[in-house]
């Protein structure tokens, strides 16, 4: 269990300039545009956003019918990129999703034709449901943002996000994923049920047709491209990375779980909370965007032990227990 400590440091903040004014304004006209579609989940779609301009991609784990695949479309529609959609099934190649050398006759070789993963954003619709082998296709592109297709490498464009998504009560006929594909996603997000006064706006708005096609395009690839390039001159002091530190160790260290969460947490974790500063007019990351982080972040990479599961723990759980215990860094005098 980790300990409380105190620590008292200076936390570098300063005025917000026009350029990161500019920058939450973009972020915000993007954010209102998807809500349209997807009305009264702003904190999903706040967080959503946040790791495509963090350059991750996330999961959306939740029962059918709450807006996971219209999310990810509102989305694509939103930053005009292209946009493709794998339907994952049990008869999807790997081949489906990377692409495949074609014997060219005219030209006598092989000709490449891209795979639905060539695009910025793709959805992997119901992503436990094709096999393993076509699953791991996607890790390559996930982490390097490339693909290897018989020893020729295709580099990925910019932005890319992959917004998977899969049902958490249906098992049958399904492959759960391994704990290398979760690990690729920066965040696991789940939509939920809407309030009872949004589900009634729902059926005012999309109770004749969805109003997806009614949407348009508020920014562009390039656009999105620059504030990624922003989002990366977001200062983080050493003080909230090792904050970031802390409750990461805290996952390996917690008598609850069997396997912590990796470095590679601790990186997803620090970006993404990059990308939530950015969108609050700031240049510099406070304790409280990573705390607002650490379940969508660190959840689905954190496994608990059996005894813990039997006596109605969670990942969850235990991530809220560390964001207690670690001792935050506060503004003070150095």
């Not at 946040?50 to 959306?60: R, S, V």
């Not at 348009?216 to 990375?241: F, N, W």
């Not at 069997?258 to 969108?279: D, E, F, N, V």
Request: a negative charge; proline letters at 6%; hydrophobic letters at 40%.
């Amino acid at each position: 269990m980790v300990r409380r400590r105190s620590a008292e440091v200076r936390l570098e903040a300063r005025e917000p300039t026009l350029d990161w004014q500019r920058y939450a304004e973009d972020f915000r006209v993007i954010e209102q545009n998807v809500e349209k579609v997807v009305q009264g989940k702003q904190p999903e779609i706040r967080l959503a956003l946040a790791a495509l301009l963090a350059e991750g991609h996330i999961l959306i784990e939740d029962v059918p019918g709450v807006g996971k695949t219209m999310l990810a479309k509102a989305i694509a529609r939103s930053i005009d990129c292209s946009f493709r959609r794998i339907q994952f099934t049990p008869d999807l190649l790997p081949t489906d999703v990377t692409g495949v050398n074609v014997f060219n006759q005219e030209r006598g070789d092989f000709e490449f034709k891209p795979g639905a993963i060539f695009a910025n954003i793709v959805l992997g619709d119901e992503i436990n449901r094709a096999s393993p082998k076509t699953q791991s296709a996607l890790l390559e592109c996930m982490e390097e943002r490339q693909i290897t297709v018989d020893t020729e490498t295709y580099q990925l464009g910019t932005p890319f996000m992959v917004i998977a998504t899969q049902n958490p009560i249906e098992h049958e006929g399904t492959y759960p994923l391994p704990e290398a594909q979760l690990d690729r996603f920066m965040m696991r997000i789940g939509i939920g049920y809407p309030s009872s006064e949004v589900e009634a706006e729902i059926l005012a708005t999309h109770g004749v047709r969805s109003t997806l096609p009614d949407i348009g395009p508020v920014a562009d690839a390039l656009s999105v491209r620059e504030m990624i390039e922003q989002t990366r001159q977001v200062h983080v002091s050493p003080a909230v990375r090792r904050y970031i530190v802390d409750l990461v160790e805290g996952t390996r260290r917690h008598p609850d779980v069997y396997l912590g969460a990796s470095p590679r947490a601790s990186i997803m974790l620090l970006r993404a909370s990059r990308a939530l500063a950015a969108a609050e007019e700031r240049d510099y990351v406070i304790p409280d965007d990573v705390k607002s982080l650490v379940t969508p972040v660190l959840a689905h990479r954190v496994i608990v032990t059996a005894d813990a599961v039997m006596g109605g723990r969670s990942s969850q759980a235990v991530l809220q227990d560390l964001a207690a215990e670690v001792a935050v860094p506060v503004t003070g005098n150095a």
